[in-house]
């Protein structure tokens, strides 16, 4: 009915937060990588703000994948009070109840996705720094 109004309250405070780091953050940190066929490619280490752009475009993409849903349905309408739930007390709390269980969960298994993002892409990073460092280490020892 409403569930996905826990993933985009959950998006306008992402938004918020991602918006402030970005004003924060210095330039992201380069590093030269020398490959096997000699070409050096320059890696740039992921600003923390752009890991945050990653979770803000989940949730909002599937904020608008469930309204539209849910506007399908008939469960939100042009007219107040848009949730057709809300009309009645009774279906409000079951609404209510939907958000809280459905809504939360949906809501923590896009950021436990995100989260998992989060854990490739320092891997990535770091097997990248090493390459670096033994890249750096070799043209040292000649």
């Given at each position: 009915?409403?569930?996905?109004?826990v993933s985009a309250a959950e998006a306008v405070i992402v938004t918020a937060v991602?918006?402030?780091v970005e004003k924060k953050e210095k330039a992201p940190t380069e590093?030269?990588?020398g490959f096997e066929n000699g070409a050096p490619e320059t890696a740039v280490k992921i600003p923390f703000s752009q890991k945050l752009?990653?979770?803000r475009n989940l949730l909002w993409g599937g904020t608008?994948?469930?309204a539209f849903e849910h506007i399908w349905h008939g469960e939100v309408v042009p007219w107040f009070p848009f949730l057709t739930a809300a009309a009645d007390p009774a279906d409000a709390v079951e609404m209510l109840h939907e958000m809280a269980t459905v809504g939360v969960i949906m809501?923590?298994?896009v950021t436990a996705v995100w989260l998992g993002m989060l854990g490739v892409a320092?891997?990535?990073?770091k097997r990248a720094q090493r390459e670096a460092q033994a890249?750096?280490?070799t043209e040292a020892a000649l």
């Open positions: 009915m409403a569930c996905f109004l991602e918006k402030a590093m030269t990588i752009k990653w979770l608008v994948l469930l809501a923590l298994l320092a891997l990535i990073e890249g750096e280490a």
